[in-house]
């Protein structure tokens, strides 16, 4: 069982940064992939970027790369994904989910955080 805690979300004005935190217990995690998605009120959710435990292989989605980072400390237990110029319409709810292969982590069985509210205004 993997347990996943996602934290830094908050208020922020557009143009600023925020880092959000993944923070895992549990099973080890060494051989699963570790993403960040987010959903906003009346969408679906949407994927964002993932990394591999081991670190190999980070992966961003074309509408955010270049303004978030996503990144991972073993010896925290914890990914990050570190959001620079935030929009409005980067307000949402995020959350971090870890899978043993990326095509559950996209679609498939894996653990779910309980989300981070990030809320960019204008």
């Known amino acids: 069982q993997v347990q996943l805690v996602e934290s830094g979300g908050g208020l922020v004005q557009a143009g600023g940064s925020l880092r959000l935190s993944c923070a895992a217990s549990?099973?080890?995690?060494?051989?699963?992939?570790v993403g960040w998605f987010r959903q906003a009120p009346g969408k679906e959710r949407e994927f964002l970027a993932r990394?591999?435990?081991?670190?190999?292989?980070?992966y961003h989605v074309a509408s955010v790369k270049g303004r978030f980072t996503i990144s991972r400390d073993n010896a925290k237990n914890t990914v990050y994904l570190q959001m620079n110029s935030l929009k409005p319409e980067d307000t949402a709810v995020y959350y971090c989910?870890?899978?043993?292969?990326?095509?559950?982590?996209?679609?498939?069985?894996?653990?779910w955080g309980q989300g981070t509210q990030v809320t960019v205004s204008s």
């Open positions: 990394i591999k435990w081991s670190g190999d292989w980070p």
């Open positions: 549990g099973r080890t995690l060494n051989t699963y992939y």
């Open positions: 989910k870890a899978a043993q292969t990326v095509e559950s982590l996209r679609t498939g069985a894996g653990y």
